[in-house]
């Protein structure tokens, strides 16, 4: 059993890397987009070989978030494992599995730079191709890395609303982007005609983490004490 102050601590670190995590994915976010002309390989070639460093940082800071969210996920599992402990294996898991596919990603997207700034020996119809095949691998990666990232906030969120371990309106707020990204990312998977814009799903998931990361950070010590192992679920 966890004593007060490791889980005062744990939650303290898991706030900490929740910011980090969701900073660096905003910060790769707001310089890869600039770079990106949808449907139009050119442009974006153009756009990455006038400013390949800054994309490049841009690419980094995105896998610096997935990395990071394997500290997260060992994080979150002692927030919740007091709470439940079977639930909170498969938010461990769920998040790993999201680290996983997220860093395979973006090594992807990293391959892919020298295909939009350099001569393909296959000519640019080659290029072109190549990029559409791994760009497509890419993006198969991150809607599965996002459906576990939202298993695991829609089942770690429920779970800290439950015991009331948050200020319950964040965890309502970050629950309900979960099941919006939840939604979205399958069907962009599966029916990709179908899927509704998820921006502003994301949008609100990222804000919720940002205020959790801070709450849990500032005021981990009004977490409730964990609960005897023998009153676990």
Known sequence: MPTKTSFWTA????????????LTHMVGFQITSRFV????????????????????????????????????????????????RMLALVVLCSRLFEAVLASSAWAIRFALVDNHIQANPLGPNGALALHQILRGIANAGFDLAAIAMAIANVIGFWLL?????????LSLIALS???VVLI????????????????????????????????????S?????????????
């Open 11 to 22: 939650g303290r670190l898991t706030g900490l890397l929740l910011l980090i995590v969701t």
């Open 37 to 84: 002309h949808p449907n139009d390989f050119a442009a974006t070639s153009q756009a990455i070989a006038e400013a390949e460093t800054l994309y490049r940082l841009g690419l980094l800071s995105y896998s610096a978030s997935s990395l990071a969210t394997i500290g997260l996920a060992i994080g979150f599992f002692a927030l919740l494992a007091p709470i439940h």
């Open 161 to 169: 609303f439950k015991a009331a371990s948050l200020p319950r309106i």
């Open 184 to 219: 979205s990312s399958c069907l962009n998977l599966g029916w990709p005609h179908m899927a509704p814009a998820s921006p502003l799903a994301f949008a609100i998931t990222l804000l919720s983490q940002l205020a959790i990361g801070a709450w849990l950070f500032v005021f």
């Open 221 to 233: 010590s009004r977490l409730p004490e964990p609960l005897p192992a023998a009153n676990r679920s």
């Open 177 to 179: 982007g979960g099941v």
